[in-house]
């Protein structure tokens, strides 16, 4: 009886190693394997990164190289380009009252026009208006002429800005989207839509950058009859000062301000405009928001 008994146990002890080493080995196994995994997700991962950058700077050249291609192909430039164009155009502007010093949207009229010439960009404002476009209007040539194909080297370009009054304005180069929308309408011959109204700088790579003053330009666009307002990637949703009151003793009155994200469509709304806001990234969307 002992006999079998140390017999059923030496069995008991081996099935019991024997379990014990499976699970070991399956445990080790299973380790290595999500190691491994772990290892060829990150490589996955990084790999995927480079080939996205690596796309991302093909692109590049390939526009680069585009654009001066057809500089060569158009002979530099053997002839000008006569064209004309006129755009809308919003920014922000300062405005006194008493000791304060305020800030509201104005519209203005951007009219481009394209002349045989030198190259030259010659910049005008009616009235005298304090704005700076010059840096804005230099790339919107560079871009305009990328996007058409059609070197401007023979061509002056003459940029009049008018407004109804003198006014100082604070933001000059968030018009540079909307000159370059104008620059590509008078190369190529095409009609605005004047309820359509752009904000926001240009780059060089044909994004449309960020600006300021966002709320003040939507609510002059939306007074002076746009229907549509366009802004760079992100800046749908603003950040406004809501005021609130304080009476912490009779006849004494404390206002604070209250920062709140709100949507910019939402917001224009409430301020009893019906408009739409659409967010664009490259002078490419912009243009298509102009002419369809």
């Known amino acids: 009886m002992t006999s079998n008994y140390s017999k059923l146990l030496a069995v008991s002890l ?11 080995y399956a445990v080790w196994h299973w380790r290595n394997l999500r190691i491994e995994i772990n290892r060829l997700s990150e490589s996955y991962r990084k790999l995927e990164q480079e080939l996205n950058l690596t796309k991302t700077q093909l692109e590049y050249y390939k526009k680069q190289a585009e654009y001066y291609s057809s500089l060569i192909s158009s002979g530099a430039a053997t002839k000008g380009v006569i ?45 005298k208006i304090g704005i700076d476009v010059q840096t804005s209007v230099t790339t919107a040539v560079k871009v305009a002429e990328r ?19 003198e006014v100082n304005i604070v933001d000059g180069p968030s018009a540079g989207a909307a000159i370059t929308v104008a620059l590509i309408a008078a190369i190529q011959g095409d009609t605005l839509n004047r309820t359509v109204y752009i904000t926001g700088t240009i780059n060089s790579d044909d994004s449309i950058g960020p600006v300021g003053g966002v709320a003040e330009k939507a609510i002059a666009a939306a007074a002076n009859g746009s229907k549509i307002f366009l802004v760079p990637k992100g800046q749908s949703r603003i950040l406004i000062y809501v005021p609130h009151e304080s009476h912490p003793f009779p006849g004494l009155t404390i206002i604070t301000y209250e920062k709140k994200l709100v949507n910019l469509q939402d917001y224009l709304r409430e301020e009893g405009y019906s408009i739409i806001v659409k967010e664009v990234q490259t002078i490419e969307d912009a243009y298509k928001e102009f002419t369809e």
Do not use: C, W
Not at 101 to 126: C, F, H, S
Not at 156 to 163: R, Y
């Open 14 to 24: 081996i099935i019991n190693i024997l379990f014990a080493s499976a699970a070991y």
């Open 83 to 127: 064209g004309h164009a006129s755009i809308p155009v919003v920014a922000v502007r300062t405005v006194q009252r008493g000791f304060n010093v305020q800030y509201e949207g104005v519209v203005m009229t951007a009219d481009v026009e394209l002349r045989e010439g030198k190259g030259r960009i010659l910049v005008n404002t009616i009235p």
């Open 147 to 165: 996007v058409t194909g059609v070197s401007l080297g023979k061509t002056d370009v003459v940029l009049t800005i008018k407004a109804s009054q």
